[in-house]
Every structure is written in structure tokens, then in C-alpha cells.
């Protein structure tokens, strides 16, 4: 019993396959020399190549196709095709060689097969973002940054980014952006409005402190449920987060939270105390008086991304001769993301000699630095801000120095 059962399943199963194939096998015309008539032979499927013709009797024979072989698609080639040879430079194995495939290669990441060869992606240069990303078969495509978005770096993948809009964080538009830089945003100091400055030194110093070192993956999001006071809500969180990179994350929510809460006592000590921290700044600094050349020169010793001419010509005529260096610094700490502005500072004066400054002007910048680096000044701001955010997020091991 058994075995019938099997023989029947067999003969079903034989049944099924014969029917299928034809069905659906593409067919092709063959001369049968024995009984020289002509039929209508089936094709060969994918992975196999054609070993026999079929005749009145049988049908077609195929066989698989050997190691190193393929045929990828219904056909009457008594042989497969040999798959290719190994991927050229700069390529890596898409898909490896089968029965029925080719090997596929492909360009490495960030680049791009033109001919034979695998070319690296376009980068936008400032103003222009990428309207299509590059892919292993495409170089990328930059279209110039439209009204109210702008692109501030020279990226293969960054689209153009939207203004800020500084209403909706509570700030003023003290500088309109345009396709190469976004809106400068401020509270509603006197500087900050006449000039434009972004953030000044004692704010950065005391904005940096709160930055823990390495950062955990929630910081943001545990610092804004520890702060006291009013909170920054999310849309405004989730907007910095998109537009800021993670140092500057800290300083944009720190300065939202301050001027949203700048009538609690603990806010208008802080803003006291950076207040008192700008007066001594101004003290050093605020006689320079530097020419337009100087300004440049002290800017070029800056490391990482230059201020252009027209930046510093702008700051120039926008600011008092006491504000021009306060306002090039915000200039060179928005474009340069995570630098430290104080350490782009001690660089650039290792490198101002070469420039002959007045040696007024180098000991005035020397006595800014180490005032902003005092020991007293770090504990002010540990009292500060420790006591602002409690124990809580003491537990993130913010770092103090």
C-alpha cells in the first residue's frame, strides 16, 4: 500500500512538472532529423544550459549549469556564460556568482561608475545642497539653496537647510541669512542687538561647562527635564537637534532657556554674573581698537573655516571697535561647530607674531584667556550650574574642566 501511495505521488509530482513546464516554458523551433518533422521544443530555464533537443518522444534536456558559470534567463545555448572576473579598484562584490546570476559589482561608498571607472560623488560647494544624493550608478546633483534655506558647508549629502526662525525660539533677527549662511538670532542685550553676536565669550564659557565631555545618547533630552523653570518645548527641542551639531546643541538650549526664564532668581543670577564675567572681558579687550588688516590678520590664525573678507568688513561697520573682535569670534565659533573658541584663541596666538601685533594687543588677549580659563571662574560656573540643575543630572557626569 505504501508503495503505491508513493509511486502515485511520484507520478503526480512528474505530472505537475511536465504540465508546468508546458505551460509556462517559452518555446523554440526545432528540425527532427529522425522524423523530419519540426516541433516545438521548450526552452531551457535560468541555471541550466541545453544538453539534448527535444523529439516526438521526450522533451527538451537541460543540466545545470557548472561552478563558475551562469545563464539568467529562458534560452536555447548548449553553454553557460562564465561569470566575470573579480571587481575592479575601488569596487566591492554586490552579489556574488550563481547559476543563474552574473557577478554584480559595485562602486565603493561616496563614489560612482562613469565608463570603467568608479569616480568619487560631487560635493555642493556653500550655497547649494544636494537635491539628489549620489549613488554607486549616479554622481550627486546640487541645486543652488531657494529663499529661506542656505548651506553653510561644502557637503556631498547635505541638503540646504531652513532659516532659523527666530521668533519661534523667542530671539531677534539681528542678521538675515542668505544662501550661504542662516539667520543670526539674539536675545535682547544691548550688544547682541546693535552687533549681532551670537554668543558672547562668558556665555560660551559657561554654556561649554555644561557640556559633558563624552556625551551620553539622551543628553538633550535629560538636560531639558533637569533644567528649572520654564521649559523649552519639544518642537523647539527637535528643531535644534535637526540644525545644530552636538556642542552647539547645548549652547542653542541653554540660550532659550535663559531668555525664557530670565525673570527667576536663578536665571537673573546667571545673567548677573556672565554680565559682570562681559564687563572684565570689555576691560581687556574693549582699547584695541584694531585696523581692518589687523582684524583679518587675527582672524587667520584662527584655525579650522575662515571668516571671509566681506564677514569681517560687515562686523566692521555693524559694531563698536570694542564689539568688532566679540562679533568675529561668534562669527568663527557658528562656523567652526564644536571648536573651542578660547582654544582657537591660545592658537592664534602662537601664530601672531608673524603678523608684528602690538604687543599691547597680544597681552590684552593673553589676560582674556587666562581670565576665562581662572580657576575662579570654573568654580562659578560648577556653583552655578550644579546648583541650577541639582542632583540629577549630576548622574551624567558632566565634566568640569
Known amino acids: 500500500m505504501n508503495k503505491l501511495l508513493c509511486c502515485a505521488f511520484l507520478l503526480l509530482d512528474i505530472s505537475v512538472k511536465v504540465t508546468t513546464q508546458d505551460n509556462f516554458a517559452p518555446k523554440y523551433l526545432h528540425y527532427d532529423p529522425e522524423t523530419s518533422r519540426q516541433l516545438m521544443c521548450d ?40 561569470c566575470s572576473p573579480v571587481c575592479k579598484e ?9 547559476g543563474t546570476h552574473n557577478r554584480v559589482c559595485e562602486c565603493e561608498e561616496g563614489r560612482y561608475l562613469e565608463v570603467e571607472f568608479c569616480l568619487k560623488h560631487r560635493s555642493c ?25 542656505f548651506s553653510n558647508e561644502t557637503s556631498s549629502k547635505a541638503p540646504c537647510r531652513k532659516h532659523t526662525n527666530c521668533s519661534a525660539f523667542g530671539l531677534l533677527l539681528t542678521q538675515k ?46 538636560l531639558v527635564e533637569n533644567l528649572p523653570g520654564t ?29 525664557q526664564n530670565k525673570d527667576q532668581d536663578m536665571v537673573k ?44 568688513e560687515k562686523a566692521t ?25 578660547l582654544k582657537g584663541f591660545m592658537h592664534a596666538l602662537k601664530h601672531l607674531k608673524a603678523y608684528h601685533f602690538p604687543k599691547t594687543v597680544t597681552q590684552s588677549l593673553k589676560k582674556t584667556i587666562r581670565f576665562l580659563h581662572s580657576f575662579t571662574m570654573y568654580r562659578l560656573y560648577q556653583k552655578l550650574f550644579l546648583e541650577m540643575i541639582g542632583n540629577q543630572v549630576q548622574s551624567v557626569k558632566i565634566s568640569c574642566l
Open 269 to 312: 543670577k546667571i545673567i548677573q554674573d556672565i554680565d559682570l564675567c562681559e564687563d572684565s572681558v570689555q576691560r581687556h579687550i574693549g582699547h584695541m581698537n584694531l585696523t581692518f588688516q589687523q582684524l583679518h590678520s587675527l582672524m587667520e590664525t584662527l584655525p579650522g573655516k575662515k571668516i571671509p573678507l566681506e564677514e569681517i
Open 231 to 259: 521649559k523649552v518645548n519639544a518642537e523647539s527641542v527637535e528643531r535644534i537637534k535637526q540644525r545644530h551639531s552636538s556642542q552647539e546643541q547645548t549652547f542653542q538650549l541653554l540660550k532659550l532657556w535663559k531668555h
Open 177 to 222: 541669512g542668505n544662501a550661504t549662511h542662516d539667520n543670526i538670532c539674539s536675545g535682547n542685550s544691548e550688544l547682541s542687538q546693535k552687533c549681532g553676536i551670537d554668543v558672547t565669550l562668558c556665555e560660551e564659557a559657561f554654556f561649554r561647562f555644561a557640556v559633558p565631555t563624552k556625551f551620553t545618547p539622551n543628553w538633550l533630552s535629560v
Open 317 to 341: 561697520k555693524a559694531c563698536k571697535s570694542n564689539e568688532q573682535i566679540l562679533k568675529l569670534l561668534s562669527l568663527w565659533r557658528i562656523k567652526n561647530g564644536d571648536q573651542d573658541t
Open 43 to 82: 526552452q531551457c530555464p535560468p541555471g541550466t544550459f541545453l544538453k539534448q533537443h527535444c523529439t516526438g518522444k521526450r522533451p527538451t534536456l537541460c543540466d545545470p549549469c557548472p561552478a563558475h558559470y551562469y545563464t539568467d534567463s529562458w534560452h536555447t545555448s548548449d553553454e553557460c556564460l562564465y
Open 90 to 98: 575601488l569596487q566591492h562584490i554586490k552579489q556574488e556568482c550563481n
Open 125 to 149: 560647494p556653500t550655497g547649494f545642497g544636494v537635491l539628489h544624493a549620489g549613488t554607486p550608478e549616479r554622481n550627486t546633483i546640487c541645486k543652488r539653496c531657494p529663499d529661506g534655506f
